[in-house]
């Protein structure tokens, strides 16, 4: 088939040109397209087209669009600090300081304060001076039978060698003391001899005797005690295996004996008191042996002997 056909079969628009008989319709220049260019057109031309685009439909421009307000300018940015965080190393808070104030009102208490304190002291000394005074205004003894101002060694008033029967060599020299009196004690006078001697029946002990005289004389003030009360009860206060007690009679006003036997496994020591209260006056004789269990003695003569001495001291000291 030569016969070429539009396409769709269509045939040739109104207008199209035939200057080219072999050349499709479509591929012909149409009348408007031979037209002038009416950009190109004199605008003074007589019979130019006097709006562009002629014979083509008027263009009509969209209609504009609303106009909108511009968005608000918006502040420029601005970097904010970063967040606050506490340090933990703190520097150390500087050490309180006391207000500075005057010390005069402490200077003035304080030396009120001593002022009292020295008239307080003073006046205690004062009283004590006074009491002692009081006391010691008696110079001696209170009245009775007694007296010890003639005496400058206890140890005359007894026989210290009366216990060498014993035990005959002295242990020293007897040891002796003599308390003026003063105070309520009204005066005291002590006395303590010491013998040694080898055991007969064993070798490793050595037998030994001491004998001691305590004399104690009553104050002259109203308070003054006897000293024999205070050792009655303390010797004659305690009871038990080795311990014996009772009272002396013919000598002095009132009396006590007093035994104690300490048994150890090779000896035996025994202590026997006589001491008695008479008139101004209280006195002790202690007679202590330590002898080995096969050195026999008879109790009953150091207890005759502690009587005899409190009779010789009683004599030795009366007026």
């Known amino acids: 088939m030569t016969e070429k056909n539009p396409p769709n079969g269509d045939s040739a628009p109104e207008g199209a040109s035939q200057a080219d008989p072999t050349a499709h319709w479509w591929e012909q220049p149409t009348a408007a397209a031979q037209a002038p260019d009416p950009a190109r057109s004199e605008p003074t031309m007589i019979g130019g087209p006097t709006t562009p685009f002629a014979g083509y439909d008027q263009y009509t421009p969209p209609p504009q669009q609303q106009q909108y307000a511009p968005p608000p300018q918006q502040q420029p940015y601005v970097p904010q600090p970063p967040p606050y965080v506490p340090q933990q190393n703190f520097a150390p808070r500087p050490p309180y300081q006391r207000p500075k104030s005057s010390k005069a009102p402490w200077f003035i208490a304080g030396g009120i304060a001593l002022v009292l304190v020295l008239g307080l002291f003073a006046g205690c000394v004062a009283l004590i001076n006074s009491a002692s005074d009081s006391l010691d205004s008696g110079g001696g003894n209170a009245e009775g039978k007694y007296a010890m101002d003639k005496i400058t060694n206890a140890c005359s008033l007894i026989d210290t060698t009366s216990v060498t029967k014993w035990a005959k060599t002295p242990s020293g020299d007897p040891e002796h003391t003599e308390t003026q009196p003063k105070s309520y004690t009204g005066g005291e006078l002590k006395c303590r001899a010491r013998y040694k001697e080898s055991s007969p029946s064993s070798k490793y002990h050595t037998n ?112």
């Open 208 to 319: 030994t005797a001491d004998i001691a005289l305590e004399v104690s004389f009553l104050g002259d003030s109203s308070f003054a005690k006897h000293d024999y009360d205070n050792w009655k009860d303390y010797d004659t206060g305690t009871t038990g295996t080795g311990r014996s007690s009772g009272d002396v009679t013919g000598i002095g006003e009132k009396g006590y004996w007093h035994s104690e036997v300490r048994d150890y496994s090779s000896s035996a020591v025994t202590e026997y008191t006589v001491a008695v209260q008479d008139s101004n006056i209280s006195i002790k004789v202690e007679i202590s042996i330590d002898r080995a269990d096969g050195d026999s003695f008879n109790k009953e003569e150091v207890a005759q002997v502690a009587k005899d001495q409190v009779r010789k001291a009683l004599a030795g000291l009366k007026k």
